[in-house]
């Protein structure tokens, strides 16, 4: 204990300051402020109710009231409202102000409140309205929230409950001047996907947004692309989901640091697949499938169609192969080269794209199986391109003029329309690929 005067409890208690101070200015008139020695001094009146009585009795009614509103409001139990108005983090009875602030104006439905009650005492418990509502009022400003949206947002986020106005307001201005979400409907998007992004810390944000920008090497406007497509990214831990991926695609399969970068810009969902449960299984399963033989085979693969690593095996990939195979008669190497060059046929629907696509080759085109064939073989993206948008009018704009599209080269179906055009334009002057000997 510090010795000088200025800490020590040896002086004169306040009662002698102030009867001391009393006397000089020559008035007792503070005396009356001593404690009395006599117990009789304030007799109590037992007809009365003491303070504390009072405030027990009117915490009792209160309390009652409050449990009254959760009851009716709400639904809830005896039990379970009395279970919450006697959580230790209640910070007001007045239950009624509460339940009609997060009813009407953060759009929670009686059974959502509810379940936010039941499941998330202690945050319901300590909500401040004085500090909620400029939250509140300030993310729906922000980002144009309706009533349902702001719940939808505090359902799957809680905790925003208790989040605090200037700390929501430099999350948002970190997302939209570092991280590029720079327009109002790309941050809805964001965060009304992933209301957990805003309970993120700024160190967080910044950890997390330096390695997909230095580490990965994504421009801001690829990082921000990939946010868009699979906003749940950024919330992935980075040394325990994201790294241990990469790694393995990197290390296991054999893609190099510029492929890599370029596979999670354009399919940002290939972070998202368990390495364990997913993408090693169903690499050994494509490469039995496609018979590919070498580590450059699996890798060409995986760029240029990355979807192959998590749609169905049994129910697309499988199915999809074999009827390639059985149409068009394919051998192992076949189906090898078709997978190689043109892996996206296997992205579309059998029964409403390639079945379609196939026939009309046939009776209307007029190709025979083997000229099929052949001709998918050597220009797969024949099986890719729509059949009404870009086939169908191709085909019948040759046949008006005059031109059998099964002469013409099949490189025709991939050219623009404006270069598809002067195509045609070429022909009509020079010579004609036309149905007349």
Sequence with gaps: MCGCKRHSFAGPTIYERAETFGKKRGKGRLNKFKPSDDKNDYPADESLPTPRARNSESEQVRREQAMQT??????LTRSDAAFFLSHPFLLSLDMSSKVWYLRNEMGLSRSKLRSMIIQHPKLVASVFLQDLQPTVEFLKSELNLSASE??????????ILRYYRNDVRRKLAYLRLEVGLVDVAMLRKVILSQPKILGYGLDTFQSKVAFYKEELGLDTEKFVKMLLVKPEIFCYSIDDNVKPTIA???????????????????????????????????????????????????VRVITLFPQVIWLSFEKNLAPKTEFLRTSLNLSDEEVRRLMLTMPQVLGLSMEKNLMPKMSYYIEVVQYDEEELRENILAQPSLLVHSLEKRIKPRVEKLARMNFQFRYCPMHILGFTDIAFEKWVERQKNTWSITTED
Excluded: W, Y
Aim: charged content about 25%.
């Design 70 to 75: 959760l009851k009716k409001e709400l639904s």
């Design 248 to 298: 393995f695609f990197l290390d296991e399969v054999g893609l190099s640091p510029k492929q890599m970068t370029a596979l999670v810009a354009r399919s940002p969902q290939i972070l998202t697949c368990s390495i364990e449960t997913n993408v090693k299984p169903t690499i050994q399963k494509i490469k039995k499938l496609f018979h590919l033989k070498r580590r450059d085979d699996i």
């Design 150 to 159: 702001m719940s939808a947002v505090a359902v799957a986020n809680p905790r």
